[in-house]
């Protein structure tokens, strides 16, 4: 297990080296007028010289590259060119915010997808039908019209949340989670409706084997049936999507973000590639990869617990 | 079968729970009620009352010379400024209580207030404003427009002097701005004022709550010396991209103020909990004709060319039909709420006239118009359609090549362009607004004519900024510029707000004060 776990945490830095690299040079090989853009259309030619100096612009690419990879091995992913923030506080200030958003949506999705994929799997008829309908309905619903229309009801009209900001869990957790649930129904909308279908199906093609047959016929309760053998098989493949599934919410955090004004991590890439703050963007571009390699590595553990009959491969 | 009803049972408590902890976090998002400011209350309110507002961006760096513009109110929050502008646009004491040129204009003397101090405790006097001048005209800062500053000098504790190599009028409203910012002497060139400025202005960066690129927030500076005109206790700027968002947080009673993109959501604000108002014309939209030597645009040459492109433009109609209530129709590159460079009487001087345009262009050289490649940015796309469809009416056939903002300026300045659509803001005086438009990527061609600098030096000779009125009439004649649309916004803030819309936007917390009724 040990030489399984550092043998894809090796790949994983070999991927992470290869997708920074490729970010680095297109990036900065782009040719984005980063001193003009912070000084504003009035700069002189020799004040623009002059910042391209004091931000190391003006070295050879390959010198940056190098500079920047020995910064990033001591930790110092370098600062914002134009707040002149430390890239590793910008980012560990932004990352809790977007986490927190992410894993409540996470759990919302997880157990409501259950719940739903259970239910339709075990009763069938027309508690299926509703239910799968109500799956497809929030699938197709447009999640930022959900938004603005969770905004709206209960923040606005009800006061029972905030509308906009992030409270730190270690500041209060009532505060903490009445900012973050309604960003994380929001993402989580369109996730229970795949993931509930995927438990399904799963759950169906479980309950059809013969085992399971076989389980009945030794007068094995229902309950155990369902949660404990076939939930736990039908698991693995769910698992798979789940963790597809939480990079995307990572990803899609940027919409939310904006609707709610959250100081997250995906606010902070669309602004800084806006900018062409490169330090910036190279620092979301690292904690980016890394997320989806510790994920990743995270789910194939699980899904090893889960079905021995994967750890070998 | 009991299993599924336990599943049904489980649901019911999810939502139940879910619905508890939706109440238990509503201390979280309350709205406050009304404050009733009166008399006594007023002054406890005065006290201890937070301001709360909002920027679209993170500010950028916070060190003296290297404000990269937009939004200054995280700025000129915790640091003071040489002179002061105030609401009404009117330059009065600062740092320096008094002020005055020599015979010819080329010399201003600065007399600094006496026992001032930043907040580390250094003492604020001549040398430090100097210091403090001196490294934002050497510096790369935005927008500095300072080439006429010849040295800055403080001949002892209590004065300054600015000697110029040609008189500005620019000059007292730059000393008001970022560029008149003073920052304590040992911090100026350190790597923490980026992030930690030290200053002297009403606020105090509260470094503990701030979270960088997020939230800033501030407490009063107990020892400036004019209190009186910041009420409020306490201020937090938070960064806003969204505007939907901003709006529901003024809703919500999380913000005391937002801007709206049209004047048909003020519906959503009723008027017994909001106040709104329109606030002053704070840009102007126009075609810049860069290149008025034609070297990329031979047509642009021909003044009468420019002035065809001018008669194109269906105005009004374009003010109506894309921001009724926000957008006037101007032909002039000027403000009409300040200075006299403004002109009422040039607003028809290019009506809307499609077979003047036409004959125009035949009298140029141009019976069947000509092509023209223009950028299409970000600012430009929502006018595009009405520009293509306006010059293509005369016969000029536009090209729109689009252009990510971060390119703009690189693009402009390799002269790829003879006209482009662009929107300029109003500095909040004529002498700074025709620095600005006649600059930089308003002109990356360099251009001007012996008539236009012999006005603008007539103009700046003119210390108090009266003298441009000329200068814009030789701009609307010469048609320098297509000037479309002026722009403004409506405001709301709530009633617990009292807010006096400024000539010049986003720029410090003077127009906000707590309401007395």
Known sequence: MLAFILKRLGEGIV???????????????????????????????????????????????????????????????????????????????????????????????????????????????????????????????????????????????????????????????????????????????????????????????ELNKDYIRSLRSRGVSERS?????????????????????????????????????????????YTSTIQGDLPAMLGVSLFSVGLVVVVNLIVDLANGWLNPKVRVS | MGFARRLRVGGVALVAVSALFLASCSDGGSTPEPSKTEGATTQAVQKN??????????????????????DSTPFLSVYDTVLHMSVAGKIEPGIAEKWEYNDDLTELTLHIRSGLKFTDGEALDAQAVSDSMNASIALPGAVSHQDYVDSVSAPDAS????????????????????????????????????????????????????????????????????????????????????????????????????????????????????????????????????????????????KRVRQAINMAFDRQAIAQGLGPGTMTATDQMFSPIYGSAYNAGLEDTYAFNVEKAKSLLAEAGYPDGFDVTMPSTIVSQAFEPLISQALSDIGIKVNWEAVPFQDFYTKVFGLNYGMFYMVTGFSGNDPQDADQIRGGAFNPFQLSTPEFDKLLNQANTVEDGSGFGPVNSYLVDEAWYAPIVRMSSPYVVPNTVAFTPPVVNNTTVLPFAPATN
């Not at chain 1, 590793?88 to 992410?102: A, K, Q, W």
């Not at chain 1, 949340?161 to 993402?187: K, M, R, T």
Request: net charge negative; hydrophobic share 50%.
């Open chain 2, 49 to 70: 009352q937070t301001l709360r507002l909002s920027i679209t961006t993170p500010p950028g760096n916070f060190s003296i010379g290297n404000w990269s513009g937009g």
């Open chain 1, 225 to 269: 049936i369902l949660l404990k053998h076939s939930l736990r098989n039908a698991a693995s493949p769910a698992l798979t999507t789940f963790s597809l599934m939480f990079i995307a919410m990572f990803g899609s955090s940027l919409f939310v973000e904006k609707i709610f004004a959250l100081p997250g991590f995906g606010s902070y890439g």
């Open chain 1, 15 to 205: 991927l992470i080296f290869v997708v920074t690299a490729v970010t680095f040079f297109l990036t900065f090989g782009a040719g984005i007028p980063v001193a003009l853009n912070i000084l504003g259309p009035t700069a002189s030619a020799d004040q623009v010289a002059s910042l391209n100096a004091d931000l190391g612009l003006d070295r050879p690419i390959v010198e940056q590259y190098f500079s920047w990879l020995g910064g990033v091995m001591h930790g110092d992913l370098g600062h914002s060119y134009f707040t002149s923030e430390a890239i590793t506080s910008s980012l560990v200030h932004r990352l809790p915010v977007t986490m927190s958003v992410v894993a409540v949506a996470c759990v919302i999705t997880v157990i409501l997808s259950v719940v739903l994929g259970v239910a339709s799997a075990a009763r069938g008829g027309w508690l299926d039908k509703v239910l799968q309908g109500i799956a497809t309905f929030s699938y197709v619903f447009p999640a930022i019209v959900l938004g603005v229309v969770l905004v709206y009801v209960f923040a606005v009209t009800l006061h029972l949340v905030p509308a906009i900001g992030y409270v730190p869990i270690g500041e209060s957790f009532g505060g903490w989670f009445g900012s973050v649930i309604l960003p994380a129904v929001v993402l989580s909308i369109g996730g229970i409706a795949s993931l509930a279908a995927q438990i399904r199906g799963a759950l169906i093609d």
């Open chain 2, 159 to 302: 004065t300054v002097v600015i000697k110029l190599n040609r008189p500005s009028a620019a000059l007292l409203g730059t000393l008001a701005g970022v560029h008149g910012a003073v920052g304590a002497p040992q911090a100026l060139t350190s790597e923490s004022s980026k992030t930690q400025p030290v200053g002297s202005g009403p606020y105090i960066m509260d470094l503990k709550k701030t979270v960088a690129e997020s939230k800033y927030v501030y407490t009063r500076n107990p020892d400036y010396y004019d209190l009186e005109s910041y009420p409020y206790s306490d201020l937090e700027i938070s960064v806003i991209g969204d505007a939907t968002a901003a709006m529901n947080a003024v809703q919500a009673g999380q913000l005391d103020f937002t801007t709206l993109r049209s004047a048909d959501q003020l519906a959503q604000f009723p008027e017994s909990k909001f106040s709104h108002g329109n606030l002053n014309p704070n840009a102007v939209g126009a075609i810049f004709f860069v290149d008025r030597e034609g070297m990329v645009v031979p047509a642009l040459k021909d």
